[in-house]
């Protein structure tokens, strides 16, 4: 069974390419279809009320055909929306008769100027130009044809002019539409970006929190079941370090999660909150590592002076660094050392666990969030395998550093 065409199908070599019909609109405005086409119906009957009065029903009777083909034109603006491109032909189709056939009032080709507006706006150029075109084409016809006077050719030349400055004019609107398409876009992407980078920053922060936590409680469990029939007291002490553990991560995932809060909407959360890990905590970070089997040396002084978020940097790559041996090294003994050449401190984790020859190294969710803090505050880190055994990372801070 033959299927018939459809729309598309029928428009395929029109519907593309030069030729395109134009962009169809969604749903505008309620009242903005009929705007034109009202405006335009009641232009044209005042023009016919004047003919009435100045001619009489002689001169109208005599144009009656082209004047309901240029009212036709008015109604055939609701085509736009859908069909900028054969709409302004149709419309055109049906006023040009009137402009060049007769010495009706020249309003009553209104729609004609709401055809080309309308039709450029929405991307039908091609359209609109050919139908000026053939206008223009049709003055040269009827000034060496039908025309006894130069005279005669003057109102459909002067129609074309205008139709041609109607152009410019939906060029223009098209022009400043488009730049408003752009600036909305543009600020949806901008606040995409954002609450992406808002995400990061949530999903870093929950990670560096509870990373730690979780491995420390993990471990003190593997030894609280491994010990709890033959040393009792291990398994009760291994108990309460897990205790003492959780609470603190929950508290600090309070902290966090009250900190979003009150940026985002400005209110206060009255949960207890821990203060923002600091170099000053330190010393008890190393000390819950050393506790899961795990001997922590600092060397060297954590630099004085650092902006709170420096600190906080500084604290979250050491505290992933360590809990990174704890879960994926052999290392017994590990160190953190800091220098400070008075432009930039220098942190380093290092550790004695063993690794494979040739083993590479797989950057996880850890070593990814490191590197962002790094950047955040204009520094670098790096991270690597040494050459007799162990892993290194290094986090190198600008002294003064800001977000970047």
């Excluded at 400055?165 to 543009?186: C, I, M, Q, S």
């Excluded at 990061?200 to 079941?225: F, P």
């Excluded at 790094?374 to 040494?386: D, N």
């Amino acid at each position: 069974m033959m299927r018939s065409a459809g729309p598309e199908q029928w428009g395929a070599p029109w519907g593309s390419g030069p030729w395109q019909w134009g962009r169809a609109e969604s749903a505008p405005p309620r009242g903005a279809r009929w705007f034109p086409v009202a405006l335009s119906l009641l232009v044209q009957l005042v023009v016919i009320v004047v003919l009435l009065v100045r001619d009489g029903t002689g001169g109208v009777s005599a144009s009656a055909p082209l004047l309901a083909a240029a009212m036709l034109g008015s109604v055939l603006l609701l085509g736009l929306r859908r069909r900028p491109g054969p709409s302004v032909v149709a419309v055109a189709l049906c006023t040009f008769p009137v402009i060049f056939l007769t010495t009706v009032p020249v309003p009553i080709a209104i729609p004609l100027a709401f055809a080309v507006i309308g039709a450029t706006v929405r991307g039908a150029r091609v359209w609109v130009w050919s139908t000026v075109g053939a206008g223009l084409l049709l003055t040269v016809a009827l000034a060496f044809t039908v025309a006894e006077r130069p005279s005669d050719i003057v109102r459909p030349l002067v129609v074309m002019l205008v139709l041609s400055v109607l152009v410019g004019v939906g060029e223009a609107a098209r022009n400043r539409r488009d730049r408003f398409a752009e600036y909305r876009a543009a600020a949806v992407r901008r606040r995409q970006s954002e609450a992406e980078k808002e995400r990061v920053r949530i999903a870093r922060e929950l990670h560096d929190v509870l990373a730690h936590s979780l491995s420390s409680i993990n471990v003190q469990a593997s030894v609280g079941l491994h010990l709890i029939e033959e040393q009792p007291e291990k398994a009760a002490e291994a108990l309460a370090n897990i205790k003492a553990t959780s609470k603190a991560a929950l508290e600090e995932v309070r902290g966090v999660l009250g900190f979003l809060r009150s940026t985002v909407n400005g209110a206060d959360d009255d949960a207890p909150r821990m203060p923002q890990p600091e170099l000053a905590r330190l010393p008890a970070l190393v000390e819950s590592v050393s506790a899961l089997g795990v001997d922590v040396t600092l060397s060297g002084q954590p630099p004085l002076g650092l902006a709170q978020l420096a600190e906080l940097t500084i604290y979250r790559v050491v505290q992933e660094a360590l809990t990174n041996i704890t879960r994926h090294s052999t290392a017994k003994h590990a160190t953190v050392a800091f220098s400070d050449d008075g432009g930039s401190t220098l942190v380093t984790v290092t550790d004695d666990g063993a690794h494979p020859p040739g083993t590479e190294l797989v950057e996880g969710r850890g070593l990814l969030g490191m590197q962002e803090r790094a950047v955040l505050l204009g520094g670098t880190l790096e991270s690597g395998w040494l050459p007799d055994g162990g892993f290194r990372v290094a986090l190198r801070l600008p002294r003064g550093g800001e977000l970047s």
